[in-house]
């Protein structure tokens, strides 16, 4: 697979991203070497309750793959198979942190097997440096005023600041 031109295949890699972190990114990092084009997907998912509205995420994330000229980033409704497919990509990209995220994406991926037999999933498994974080232990953290300037990309750093009226440094 080449970074660019004919013979690349595109693949989604779905989420809230609310807000993008580094273990997001690393994810990120490895996928668009894999396939030779990726798509961050972020979910507009009206039903959850975010911290950051899917413009805010949209641009942050965008922001934090701002030198990755294979990623685009995008925001979706619905189902993400069908997402999927009207992208044409040939994957959804899952990452995979512990033991407690494998039941759930494990489930999820069989049910979009079902839904659509013609898109794979691909995990991959998280650096070992990211394992423990997640966006929500992120935002809990900032909001108490911790420092999260190694778990996040610096535009995040500042977009929760400024969401929860800490001082810029
Ligand atoms: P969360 O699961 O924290 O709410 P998202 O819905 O934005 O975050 O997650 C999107 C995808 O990224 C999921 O496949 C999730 O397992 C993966 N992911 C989240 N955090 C990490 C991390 N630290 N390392 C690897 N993958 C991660």
């Known amino acids: 697979m080449s970074d660019e031109g004919q013979g690349m295949h595109i693949a ?4 809230s991203f609310d807000p993008i972190t580094n273990g997001h990114l690393d994810v990120i990092e490895r996928a668009r070497h894999l396939f030779g084009r990726l798509i ?38 619905g189902l993400v198979v069908e ?36 898109l794979h999933t691909v995990f991959l498994v998280a650096h070992t440096e990211y394992t423990f ?20 990309p610096a535009v995040v750093c500042r977009c929760l600041r400024e969401k929860y009226g800490i001082p810029q440094l």
């Open 133 to 152: 974080l997640s966006s929500s232990l992120v935002k809990e953290v900032a909001r108490l005023g911790g420092d999260i300037e190694d778990l996040v």
């Open 83 to 118: 997402y999927a497919r009207s992208r044409g990509a040939v994957a959804i990209v899952k990452g995979l942190r512990a033991v407690s995220d494998f039941e759930r994406e494990m489930q999820m991926a069989m049910m979009n097997r079902c839904l659509a037999p013609e």
């Open 12 to 15: 989604v890699y779905p989420g």
């Open 40 to 77: 961050v997907a972020v979910a507009v998912d009206a039903g959850k309750q975010h911290l950051f509205d899917v413009a805010e995420r949209v641009a942050m994330a965008q922001e934090a793959c701002r030198d990755m000229p294979q990623v685009q980033v995008d925001s979706f409704e």
